[in-house]
Structure formats: structure tokens, C-alpha cells
């Protein structure tokens, strides 16, 4: 998404009836109040087919939001480690729970998937994997 608009710029969008309306005063406008592109469509009002708004435009503004919320939850976590060393802790992972564990464990001798024992018990399946390693257990018998 590398020409994906950046937090803070303006996107437009522009709509004409028919072939022969023009939109460049519609587009003009819209980038004089700083559109960075205008999105157009020449559709009658009552179509919902709107290849502009429900296509380009809406890629554009979902990745938009995307990047933000992922700046936000970046930022939320340095803050949170930030905090903990105020603290004087030193921010880790919750530790594992060893009864999850050994849960997990008997799941996958029992037959199930690391996959799908992860899934039932809200655990990673990295972690599953990991631990299934870690105990050797063979689950091709």
C-alpha cells in the first residue's frame, strides 16, 4: 500500500449522473480544500454500484484507520512498559500457566492438533508447539 494516504491527509469524492456531466469543478473543488486524490464515480444517486467510493476510496480509508489504530496500540504499549519500569518492574510475559500446560499437553497425546488444543484453550500455538517440544512428545504415533 505504498501510495496508501497518510494520517492526515484528505481524500475526496466526486459523482456525476452521467457521461456527459463533467466533475473537473467538483474535483477542483475538492483539491483546493486540500484533497491529496479525488475518487470519482459517474453513477445516478440511487445506484449503489459505486466502483470510486466502494473501491479505491474505501481501500484507501481502511488502511488509513489501519496505520492509525496500529500507531495507537504502539503507542499504548510503550507507555504500559514505560510505566512498569517507573515501577521498578521489569515488563515480561504473563508466565505460563503450568495446569494450562499439562492441559495442552494431554490434548495432543490424546490426539488433537497443537492447532486446534491452542484454539480451545486460548493459548498460542506457538506456545503449544514450543511446549509439545519441550516435552517430546510424539504425535505421529
Known amino acids: 500500500m505504498e501510495d496508501a494516504a497518510a494520517v492526515g491527509d484528505v481524500l475526496g469524492y466526486a459523482r456525476v449522473s452521467t457521461r456527459d456531466?463533467?466533475?473537473?469543478?467538483?474535483?477542483?473543488?475538492?483539491?483546493?480544500?486540500?484533497?491529496?486524490?479525488?475518487?470519482?464515480?459517474?453513477?445516478?444517486?440511487?445506484?449503489?454500484?459505486?466502483?470510486?467510493l466502494a473501491g479505491e476510496l474505501i481501500f484507501h480509508v481502511f488502511g488509513a484507520i489501519a496505520h492509525f489504530e496500529r500507531r495507537l496500540i504502539v503507542e499504548c504499549t510503550k507507555d504500559g512498559i514505560a510505566a512498569e519500569r517507573e515501577r521498578g518492574e521489569r515488563p515480561t510475559r504473563r508466565p505460563l500457566d503450568p495446569d494450562m500446560v499439562q492441559a495442552a499437553l494431554k490434548l495432543v497425546e490424546a490426539g488433537l492438533s497443537p492447532t486446534k488444543v491452542a484454539s480451545q484453550l486460548g493459548l498460542g500455538w506457538s506456545t503449544v508447539y514450543r511446549e509439545v517440544a519441550a516435552a517430546n512428545i510424539n504425535r505421529n504415533a
Open 21 to 52: 456531466q463533467k466533475s473537473p469543478a467538483q474535483t477542483m473543488r475538492r483539491e483546493e480544500a486540500g484533497a491529496i486524490k479525488v475518487f470519482t464515480d459517474v453513477r445516478s444517486g440511487k445506484s449503489m454500484d459505486r466502483p470510486g
